[in-house]
């Protein structure tokens, strides 16, 4: 398996490789609020920020146009991936 060019680099919703070829989870992954069938959810139905899916803000504060919903994580989850 041929691993990912360098430098950051994003799979909207799912993943972000770093600047050292670190694959790191976006918080989105393990939000109560997240749909997994692509980059939205309950606060972005029409498309998740691209600031939070690349981790610049982690949504914990509201953030414009978030209907009022913040990342709740998920029963078990743990903080980590980066962020």
């Known amino acids: 398996?041929?691993?990912?060019?360098?430098?950051?680099?994003?799979?909207?919703?799912?993943?972000?490789w770093d600047d050292d070829?670190?694959?790191?989870?976006?918080?989105?992954?393990?939000?109560?609020?997240?749909?997994m069938d692509g980059p939205t959810c309950k606060a972005f139905p029409d498309g998740?920020?691209?600031?939070?899916?690349?981790?610049?803000?982690d949504h914990t504060q509201p953030y414009p146009g978030d209907h009022g919903i913040q990342y709740t994580p998920r029963a078990g989850a743990k903080r980590g991936f980066g962020w």
Do not use: W
């Open 1 to 16: 398996m041929t691993p990912p060019p360098a430098g950051p680099r994003s799979d909207p919703g799912r993943f972000l």
């Open 21 to 35: 070829d670190e694959l790191v989870c976006s918080p989105c992954m393990t939000c109560i609020h997240a749909y």
């Open 48 to 57: 998740i920020p691209q600031d939070i899916i690349d981790m610049k803000n």
